[in-house]
C-alpha cells in the first residue's frame, strides 16, 4: 500500500513542508520507530521518554525514508542534517501530526466503525469484556484493543500496551474495517490520551469508571491526571458518555460534559443503577434500570465494584441500542476476565483469587468486597508494587493490606529497573511502630504465593494482587514468564506437598542468577530451571547450571560446550565460549567467582537459613562435624562437605543447602589476605568461632600476627544479636576481643580459668582422660557440669569438643542433645582416626592436613594411647609455611625425638629437616628413615618394609600435608586398594 504525502497531510494543521518534492512522493509506511522504517517510508522523529527520534533521523533515511517529519524546534538542523532529496515536514505537535497522518494513511478507519472509549482508573479491563459479550451476544461483530489482548474476526494477540501507539492503532482499527466489523471496543488510558495515540480517531461512545490515586510519577497531581482522562470527552466528544457518578471526579466530568450523557451508580439519582442487589462468594444478582427498562441479572462476577462494571457495560450497551434481553444475556454469559479477581481451583472450602489491583483503591475495594465474602474465614493477601512506577501509592497499598487482611505478605511485583528491597522499604516506611504482627515480607513473588498458601484453611480466602492476567515478571528490562494464576495453581495443587517442597532440592531459574550475579542473558530463556550448580563437566548432571570458573591450570570455558552435550540448563560465563549452539543459555558475568558469591548470598536470603562460620588453622572440620552432630539433635542442620572451604567451596555449600534447613555450619578456610572477609560477605554468619591461631599458610599470609588478623574478619562480621565463640587459651585471639561488636560472646578453655572478661558464658575443661577407646571429659559452665564419653582422640580434639559444646550451649541447646550430639560423632578418615592392625597394633590416621601446631598435637597424642606400645612416626612435609619452613620442620623432628620413638621415617624434601632436627636432638640415626617421595616410601613398603605393619605391639602415627598424599600409606597398611596403583 501507497499514498500521495500531499494527500497524507491535507488538512492536517499540525504538518507544514520545510523542503524537498512533497508532490511528487508516495509513502509506503508510518514509522515513529526508526528499527520500523522501510522503504518509502515517513518517519516522525517525535520525542519521547526514554529517547528522542531526532537522534534517529539518519538512521532512518539510509533505511529509505523519503519524508522525515521534525519537531519546529529541530528544523534547522534537520535542513543540515537531511539530504536534499529527502523531504522534511515540521510540526508544532509531532504527536498529534503523527496520529493523523496514520490516521489518513489506514483511511480513517475509526470513521467506518463504532469506536468505543472506556477510560478510568480501574475497571476499564472488565468493562470492556463486559460490554464485549454483551454484543457479541446481540450479533454484533466486534474487535477489543486493551490491557491484555487485542481481538479480531481472525484471532486474539497480546498487548503490550493499554492504548498502542497511533501507527499501531489506526492499523488495528484498519483489520477491524477490513474484517466487516461494526464496533471497536479499546481502552484508553491517561498516559495514551495525553501522548495523543488516539489522535485521528472519531469515538461513537466514550465511558468513564472512576479516578483514584495512580500514576503519578507521570501526572504531577490528581488534577493533571483527571483532565487527561477528560481529554477522551472534550477533545473527542463523542455521541454519548457513560459516565459514573458516585465517583466525585466522575460527578465533576459529568458536570462539565455536553452532549448526550447516561450517569450510572448505586446512587438513586443515576440514570442507569442498580438495586435488590446481593453480592457474595457466587457473584452478583441484582435489578438494574437504565431510563425506563428494567431488568435482573445473575452475575459469576465477585465484588460490589464489579456491579458498578456490570452497570457501566449495560448503560453503554442500552445507548449502542442493544435490547435488554442480550444485555442481561451477555452479563451472565461471561464467567471471569482474567486476572480481574479470577478463581483458581483449591482445596474444598479455601477461595483463592488473582486480581489485577495494583492501585490503593482496588486493592481496597476489592478486599472490602471480600470481607463481606469471608465470614468466618481469614483474608490472606499477597502484594507488591512495581518499580519505576508512582512511589507515593506503595505504603498506601502496605497500609490497606494489612488493615483489611487478616494475614498479608509485601512481595515484589515487577522490579523493573529498581531494587526489589527498595520498594518493600517503600511499603513498609509508614509502619512507625514497625512492622504488624499480621503482616510479613518475602522478596520472592513465587515463595510469598506458597507462603499464603499454606497458611490457608478452610474458610479463608487468598488474594494475590497487583499483576492479575500479566504473564510475565519484568526485572530490570527484561520480561521473565511468571503467572500468578499458574504459580497459585501449583500450590495449591492436590499432588503439591509442601513437606516436600520444604526438604527437597531447590529450582531456581536462570533469571534469579542473572537477578542475584548482576548478569546478563543471551536469549529470552529466563525462566528455564536448574536442578543444581556444577563446575566440572565430568560429573555434570542433565538439568544443572555450568559455572565456568578460571584458576592458575584450568580454564572452565574450555568446556562449556561439553556442558551443553550434556544437556546442561546453561551456563556462568565471562566470555563467549566457542562451539556452544547459538540458543544454550549463557549468563554474561564481569567475574564468574564473584558471580559464583553473590548469588549463593542471594540463595541464602531465599531461603531463610542461618548460618554459624568455623575458621581456625586447626581443627575446623572436627568442630564443625561436632556442632553439626549436636545441632541435628534440635534443628534441621547441614554443613560443609569434603574440603569445601574456599571461595568456591563455600559458596557450593550454600548452594546444596534445601528447604527448610535452619543452620548451615560453614568452614571458612584462607590462604590470602582478604578471603575470610569475602567468605563472610557471603554467607553473612549469624554465629562465629575461632578455634586457634597457628603458622599456616604463611606463604601467602607472611606472619602468625596477620594470619590471626585475616581469622579475626569473620568475628567482626558478626551482627550485634549475634554469637562469637572464642578460644580463650589462645592468646592470639583473645586480644580479638575489643574488636567484638556482638553481645553474645562465648568462650571455652581447656585450663581452670575465671570468666575475667565479661564473657556471657565461659565453658571450663575439668578432667580429661585418655585412652584406646577415645576422650572421656568433665566440662563444667554456668549450667553446672557435663560428663562426655568422645571416640576421638588427642587433647587438641578435647579442645575442638570444648568448642562445640560451648557453641551449642550459646545456642540455648540443653546439655542431654549436647551430649548425645558429641558422642556420636566418629573421626573422619585422616583426622585422628584410630585404625586396628594385626596382632594388636594400631595406626593413627592424620594424613588429612599438618602444621606445626597439629603435628605436635598429634605426635603428644601417639605418645599418651601408645600405653606399652613402641611408636613409629611417619612424618611428612608441612606445606604452605613460607620462607621458614625449614625451622619449623626441624623444630618438629626435635619434639618427636622427646618422645623416643621407635622409628621415625621422614617423606619429602622437606622431611630431611625433620629428621635433622630429630638427630640433632638425640635420636640415634639407626631410627631414622628417609624418603623423598611417597612414591619411595610406598616401593619400600611393598619390598624391604613389607612385614613392616605386620609387627605386634606398635602405635604408628601417619601425618603430612594433604598434597604429599600419605592416605596411600594408611589403604597399604589395612593392605586396602589405593595404596596399590
Same mark, same amino acid.
Given at each position: 500500500?501507497?499514498?500521495?504525502?500531499?494527500?497524507?497531510?491535507?488538512?492536517?494543521?499540525?504538518?507544514?513542508?520545510?523542503?524537498?518534492?512533497?508532490?511528487?512522493?508516495?509513502?509506503?509506511?508510518?514509522?515513529?520507530?526508526?528499527?520500523?522504517?522501510?522503504?518509502?517510508?515517513?518517519?516522525?522523529?517525535?520525542?519521547?521518554?526514554?529517547?528522542?527520534?531526532?537522534?534517529?533521523?539518519?538512521?532512518?533515511?539510509?533505511?529509505?525514508?523519503?519524508?522525515?517529519?521534525?519537531?519546529?524546534?529541530?528544523?534547522?538542523?534537520?535542513?543540515?542534517?537531511?539530504?536534499?532529496?529527502?523531504?522534511?515536514?515540521?510540526?508544532?505537535? *509531532?504527536?498529534?501530526?503523527?496520529?493523523?497522518?496514520?490516521?489518513?494513511?489506514?483511511?480513517?478507519?475509526?470513521?467506518?466503525?463504532?469506536?468505543?472509549?472506556?477510560?478510568?482508573?480501574?475497571?476499564?479491563?472488565?468493562?470492556?469484556?463486559?460490554?464485549?459479550?454483551?454484543?457479541?451476544?446481540?450479533?454484533?461483530?466486534?474487535?477489543?484493543?486493551?490491557?491484555?489482548?487485542?481481538?479480531?474476526?481472525?484471532?486474539?494477540?497480546? &498487548?503490550?500496551?493499554?492504548?498502542?501507539?497511533?501507527?499501531?492503532?489506526?492499523?488495528?482499527?484498519?483489520?477491524?474495517?477490513?474484517?466487516?466489523?461494526?464496533?471497536?471496543?479499546?481502552?484508553?488510558?491517561?498516559?495514551?490520551?495525553?501522548?495523543?495515540?488516539?489522535?485521528?480517531?472519531?469515538?461513537?461512545?466514550?465511558?468513564?469508571?472512576?479516578?483514584?490515586?495512580?500514576?503519578?510519577?507521570?501526572?504531577?497531581?490528581?488534577?493533571?491526571?483527571?483532565?487527561?482522562?477528560?481529554?477522551?470527552?472534550?477533545?473527542?466528544?463523542?455521541?454519548?458518555?457513560?459516565?459514573?457518578?458516585?465517583?466525585?471526579?466522575?460527578?465533576?466530568?459529568?458536570?462539565?460534559?455536553?452532549?448526550?450523557?447516561?450517569?450510572?451508580?448505586?446512587?438513586?439519582?443515576?440514570?442507569?443503577?442498580?438495586?435488590?442487589?446481593?453480592?457474595?462468594?457466587?457473584?452478583?444478582?441484582?435489578?438494574?434500570?437504565?431510563?425506563?427498562?428494567?431488568?435482573?441479572?445473575?452475575?459469576?462476577?465477585?465484588?460490589?465494584?464489579?456491579?458498578?462494571? %456490570?452497570?457501566?457495560?449495560?448503560?453503554?450497551?442500552?445507548?449502542?441500542?442493544?435490547?435488554?434481553?442480550?444485555?442481561?444475556?451477555?452479563?451472565?454469559?461471561?464467567?471471569?476476565?482474567?486476572?480481574?479477581?479470577?478463581?483458581?481451583?483449591?482445596?474444598?472450602?479455601?477461595?483463592?483469587?488473582?486480581?489485577?489491583?495494583?492501585?490503593?483503591?482496588?486493592?481496597?475495594?476489592?478486599?472490602?468486597?471480600?470481607?463481606?465474602?469471608?465470614?468466618?474465614?481469614?483474608?490472606?493477601?499477597?502484594?507488591?508494587?512495581?518499580?519505576?512506577?508512582?512511589?507515593?501509592?506503595?505504603?498506601?497499598?502496605?497500609?490497606?493490606? $494489612?488493615?483489611?487482611?487478616?494475614?498479608?505478605?509485601?512481595?515484589?511485583?515487577?522490579?523493573?529497573?529498581?531494587?526489589?528491597?527498595?520498594?518493600?522499604?517503600?511499603?513498609?516506611?509508614?509502619?512507625?511502630?514497625?512492622?504488624?504482627?499480621?503482616?510479613?515480607?518475602?522478596?520472592?513473588?513465587?515463595?510469598?504465593?506458597?507462603?499464603?498458601?499454606?497458611?490457608?484453611?478452610?474458610?479463608?480466602?487468598?488474594?494475590?494482587?497487583?499483576?492479575?492476567?500479566? *504473564?510475565?515478571?519484568?526485572?530490570?528490562?527484561?520480561?521473565?514468564?511468571?503467572?500468578?494464576?499458574?504459580?497459585?495453581?501449583?500450590?495449591? &495443587?492436590?499432588?503439591?506437598?509442601?513437606?516436600?517442597?520444604?526438604?527437597?532440592?531447590?529450582?531456581?531459574?536462570?533469571?534469579?542468577?542473572?537477578?542475584?550475579?548482576?548478569?546478563?542473558?543471551?536469549?529470552?530463556?529466563?525462566?528455564?530451571?536448574?536442578?543444581?550448580?556444577?563446575?566440572?563437566?565430568?560429573? %555434570?548432571?542433565?538439568?544443572?547450571?555450568?559455572?565456568?570458573?578460571?584458576?592458575?591450570?584450568?580454564?572452565?570455558?574450555?568446556?562449556?560446550?561439553?556442558?551443553?552435550?550434556?544437556? $546442561?540448563?546453561?551456563?556462568?560465563?565471562?566470555?563467549?565460549?566457542?562451539?556452544?549452539?547459538?540458543?544454550?543459555?549463557?549468563?554474561?558475568?564481569?567475574?564468574?567467582?564473584?558471580?559464583?558469591?553473590?548469588?549463593?548470598?542471594?540463595?541464602?536470603?531465599?531461603?531463610?537459613?542461618?548460618?554459624?562460620?568455623?575458621?581456625?588453622?586447626?581443627?575446623?572440620?572436627?568442630?564443625?562435624?561436632?556442632?553439626?552432630?549436636?545441632?541435628?539433635?534440635?534443628?534441621?542442620?547441614?554443613?560443609?562437605?569434603?574440603?569445601?572451604?574456599?571461595?568456591?567451596?563455600?559458596?557450593?555449600?550454600?548452594?546444596?543447602?534445601?528447604?527448610?534447613?535452619?543452620?548451615?555450619?560453614?568452614?571458612?578456610?584462607?590462604?590470602?589476605?582478604?578471603?575470610?572477609?569475602?567468605?563472610?560477605?557471603?554467607?553473612?554468619?549469624?554465629?562465629?568461632?575461632?578455634?586457634?591461631?597457628?603458622?599456616?599458610?604463611?606463604?601467602?599470609?607472611?606472619?602468625?600476627?596477620?594470619?590471626?588478623?585475616?581469622?579475626?574478619?569473620?568475628?567482626?562480621?558478626?551482627?550485634?544479636?549475634?554469637?562469637?565463640?572464642?578460644?580463650?587459651?589462645?592468646?592470639?585471639?583473645?586480644?580479638?576481643?575489643?574488636?567484638?561488636?556482638?553481645?553474645?560472646?562465648?568462650?571455652?578453655?581447656?585450663?581452670?580459668?575465671?570468666?575475667?572478661?565479661?564473657?556471657?558464658?565461659?565453658?571450663?575443661?575439668?578432667?580429661?582422660?585418655?585412652?584406646?577407646?577415645?576422650?572421656?571429659?568433665?566440662?563444667?559452665?554456668?549450667?553446672?557440669?557435663?560428663?562426655?564419653?568422645?571416640?576421638?582422640?588427642?587433647?587438641?580434639?578435647?579442645?575442638?569438643?570444648?568448642?562445640?559444646?560451648?557453641?551449642?550451649?550459646?545456642?540455648?541447646?540443653?546439655?542431654?542433645? %549436647?551430649?548425645?550430639?558429641?558422642?556420636?560423632?566418629?573421626?573422619?578418615?585422616?583426622?585422628?582416626?584410630?585404625?586396628?592392625?594385626?596382632?594388636?597394633?594400631?595406626?593413627?590416621?592424620?594424613?588429612?592436613?599438618?602444621?606445626?601446631?597439629?603435628?605436635?598435637?598429634?605426635?603428644?597424642? %601417639?605418645?599418651?594411647?601408645?600405653?606399652?606400645?613402641?611408636?613409629?612416626? !611417619?612424618?611428612?612435609?608441612?606445606?604452605?609455611?613460607?620462607?621458614?619452613?625449614?625451622?619449623?620442620?626441624?623444630?618438629?623432628?626435635?619434639?618427636?625425638?622427646?618422645?623416643?620413638?621407635?622409628?621415625?621415617?621422614?617423606?619429602?624434601?622437606?622431611?630431611?629437616?625433620?629428621?635433622?632436627?630429630?638427630?640433632?636432638?638425640?635420636?640415634?640415626?639407626?631410627?631414622?628413615?628417609?624418603?623423598?617421595?611417597?612414591?619411595?616410601?610406598?616401593?619400600?613398603?611393598?619390598?624391604?618394609?613389607?612385614?613392616?605393619?605386620?609387627?605386634?605391639?606398635?602405635? !604408628?602415627?601417619?601425618?603430612?600435608?594433604?598434597?604429599?598424599?600419605?592416605?596411600?600409606?594408611?589403604?597399604?597398611?589395612?593392605?586396602?586398594?589405593?595404596?596399590?596403583?
Amino acid at each position: 500500500m501507497q499514498k500521495a504525502l500531499t494527500d497524507l497531510i491535507k488538512g492536517n494543521t499540525h504538518l507544514s513542508i520545510l523542503r524537498g518534492p512533497a508532490e511528487t512522493c508516495w509513502v509506503t509506511a508510518v514509522c515513529a520507530d526508526s528499527r520500523q522504517v522501510k522503504e518509502g517510508a515517513i518517519f516522525f522523529a517525535v520525542p519521547g521518554s526514554a529517547g528522542n527520534g531526532t537522534d534517529y533521523v539518519l538512521d532512518a533515511v539510509k533505511k529509505g525514508a523519503v519524508a522525515i517529519a521534525v519537531p519546529e524546534q529541530f528544523a534547522q538542523n534537520a535542513l543540515k542534517l537531511i539530504p536534499e532529496d529527502t523531504v522534511i515536514l515540521a510540526s508544532d505537535r *509531532p504527536r498529534t501530526a503523527l496520529g493523523q497522518t496514520a490516521a489518513a494513511f489506514y483511511g480513517f478507519p475509526s470513521h467506518k466503525l463504532r469506536l468505543i472509549g472506556i477510560t478510568g482508573t480501574n475497571g476499564k479491563t472488565t468493562c470492556s469484556y463486559i460490554l464485549e459479550n454483551i454484543l457479541l451476544a446481540s450479533g454484533a461483530r466486534c474487535g477489543l484493543s486493551g490491557t491484555i489482548v487485542q481481538k479480531t474476526a481472525k484471532g486474539t494477540r497480546t &498487548s503490550t500496551l493499554t492504548t498502542p501507539d497511533p501507527v499501531s492503532f489506526q492499523r488495528f482499527l484498519a483489520e477491524l474495517v477490513d474484517e466487516g466489523v461494526e464496533f471497536a471496543i479499546a481502552e484508553v488510558s491517561s498516559h495514551g490520551l495525553s501522548q495523543g495515540r488516539t489522535e485521528g480517531c472519531r469515538f461513537h461512545l466514550g465511558l468513564f469508571t472512576n479516578l483514584t490515586h495512580d500514576h503519578l510519577d507521570y501526572h504531577k497531581d490528581m488534577e493533571e491526571y483527571f483532565q487527561a482522562k477528560k481529554l477522551l470527552f472534550s477533545r473527542y466528544q463523542p455521541d454519548y458518555a457513560i459516565i459514573n457518578t458516585d465517583d466525585k471526579w466522575g460527578m465533576r466530568l459529568f458536570n462539565e460534559t455536553g452532549g448526550q450523557k447516561i450517569s450510572y451508580g448505586l446512587s438513586d439519582k443515576c440514570a442507569a443503577r442498580a438495586y435488590d442487589y446481593i453480592t457474595d462468594s457466587s457473584g452478583i444478582r441484582a435489578s438494574i434500570q437504565i431510563k425506563d427498562q428494567d431488568f435482573t441479572i445473575n452475575s459469576q462476577l465477585i465484588g460490589q465494584y464489579n456491579l458498578y462494571n %456490570i452497570l457501566a457495560a449495560a448503560a453503554a450497551a442500552f445507548a449502542l441500542g442493544i435490547k435488554p434481553e442480550f444485555i442481561k444475556a451477555g452479563i451472565e454469559s461471561l464467567k471471569n476476565v482474567p486476572g480481574r479477581l479470577e478463581k483458581v481451583v483449591t482445596p474444598s472450602g479455601i477461595t483463592a483469587l488473582v486480581d489485577y489491583a495494583h492501585t490503593p483503591d482496588a486493592l481496597k475495594n476489592v478486599l472490602n468486597g471480600l470481607k463481606n465474602l469471608a465470614r468466618d474465614g481469614r483474608i490472606i493477601t499477597v502484594v507488591g508494587c512495581g518499580g519505576d512506577r508512582d512511589r507515593t501509592k506503595r505504603p498506601e497499598m502496605a497500609k490497606i493490606a $494489612a488493615q483489611f487482611s487478616d494475614l498479608c505478605v509485601f512481595t515484589s511485583d515487577n522490579p523493573r529497573k529498581e531494587s526489589p528491597k527498595a520498594i518493600l522499604r517503600d511499603m513498609v516506611s509508614e509502619f512507625k511502630a514497625g512492622l504488624p504482627e499480621n503482616a510479613k515480607v518475602i522478596e520472592d513473588r513465587k515463595e510469598a504465593i506458597f507462603w499464603a498458601a499454606k497458611e490457608a484453611k478452610r474458610g479463608d480466602i487468598v488474594l494475590v494482587a497487583g499483576k492479575g492476567h500479566e *504473564p510475565y515478571q519484568i526485572i530490570g528490562t527484561k520480561k521473565y514468564a511468571f503467572n500468578d494464576k499458574s504459580v497459585l495453581e501449583e500450590a495449591f &495443587s492436590k499432588t503439591f506437598d509442601f513437606s516436600t517442597r520444604r526438604s527437597g532440592p531447590e529450582k531456581i531459574s536462570l533469571h534469579h542468577v542473572v537477578q542475584a550475579a548482576g548478569g546478563r542473558l543471551n536469549c529470552e530463556a529466563g525462566t528455564v530451571l536448574f536442578t543444581g550448580i556444577s563446575t566440572d563437566t565430568r560429573t %555434570i548432571q542433565k538439568g544443572q547450571l555450568f559455572w565456568a570458573l578460571k584458576g592458575e591450570t584450568f580454564d572452565g570455558h574450555s568446556f562449556v560446550a561439553k556442558a551443553a552435550e550434556k544437556q $546442561a540448563s546453561g551456563a556462568v560465563v565471562e566470555r563467549f565460549p566457542k562451539g556452544v549452539p547459538s540458543n544454550f543459555p549463557l549468563i554474561m558475568v564481569k567475574d564468574s567467582l564473584q558471580a559464583l558469591g553473590d548469588f549463593a548470598q542471594w540463595y541464602k536470603k531465599h531461603l531463610g537459613f542461618k548460618v554459624f562460620g568455623i575458621t581456625g588453622s586447626c581443627g575446623k572440620t572436627t568442630t564443625k562435624e561436632l556442632l553439626l552432630s549436636i545441632l541435628k539433635t534440635s534443628f534441621k542442620a547441614q554443613g560443609t562437605r569434603g574440603n569445601f572451604n574456599n571461595l568456591i567451596g563455600l559458596p557450593l555449600t550454600m548452594l546444596s543447602v534445601t528447604h527448610g534447613t535452619q543452620w548451615v555450619v560453614l568452614e571458612m578456610g584462607t590462604n590470602l589476605p582478604g578471603e575470610i572477609e569475602r567468605l563472610c560477605q557471603i554467607a553473612e554468619p549469624a554465629a562465629g568461632l575461632i578455634t586457634c591461631v597457628k603458622p599456616v599458610h604463611l606463604e601467602g599470609l607472611g606472619s602468625v600476627e596477620n594470619i590471626a588478623d585475616e581469622k579475626a574478619m569473620l568475628l567482626k562480621s558478626i551482627p550485634s544479636d549475634g554469637m562469637a565463640v572464642l578460644n580463650m587459651d589462645d592468646p592470639l585471639i583473645t586480644r580479638m576481643l575489643p574488636e567484638i561488636t556482638c553481645r553474645n560472646i562465648i568462650g571455652f578453655t581447656c585450663h581452670d580459668m575465671k570468666n575475667q572478661h565479661g564473657l556471657t558464658r565461659l565453658v571450663s575443661l575439668k578432667k580429661l582422660v585418655q585412652s584406646r577407646d577415645g576422650l572421656k571429659m568433665e566440662i563444667i559452665s554456668s549450667e553446672g557440669s557435663l560428663t562426655i564419653h568422645s571416640k576421638l582422640y588427642g587433647r587438641v580434639n578435647a579442645s575442638n569438643i570444648l568448642a562445640a559444646v560451648a557453641a551449642g550451649m550459646g545456642l540455648g541447646l540443653d546439655t542431654e542433645s %549436647i551430649r548425645q550430639g558429641i558422642e556420636r560423632v566418629e573421626a573422619p578418615p585422616g583426622r585422628m582416626r584410630v585404625l586396628t592392625l594385626q596382632e594388636g597394633s594400631i595406626l593413627v590416621d592424620d594424613s588429612y592436613n599438618a602444621n606445626p601446631a597439629s603435628m605436635k598435637a598429634a605426635i603428644e597424642a %601417639i605418645h599418651e594411647i601408645s600405653g606399652d606400645c613402641g611408636i613409629i612416626l !611417619i612424618l611428612g612435609d608441612m606445606l604452605e609455611l613460607g620462607a621458614d619452613s625449614w625451622q619449623f620442620h626441624e623444630e618438629i623432628g626435635a619434639f618427636a625425638a622427646t618422645k623416643l620413638p621407635e622409628l621415625l621415617i621422614t617423606v619429602g624434601k622437606l622431611g630431611r629437616y625433620i629428621a635433622k632436627g630429630a638427630e640433632e636432638r638425640g635420636l640415634p640415626q639407626e631410627r631414622l628413615l628417609s624418603f623423598n617421595s611417597t612414591e619411595q616410601l610406598l616401593d619400600w613398603m611393598r619390598g624391604k618394609g613389607s612385614s613392616f605393619f605386620s609387627k605386634p605391639g606398635r602405635a !604408628i602415627l601417619v601425618k603430612a600435608s594433604r598434597g604429599m598424599g600419605l592416605d596411600r600409606v594408611v589403604l597399604l597398611a589395612q593392605k586396602r586398594p589405593g595404596g596399590d596403583e
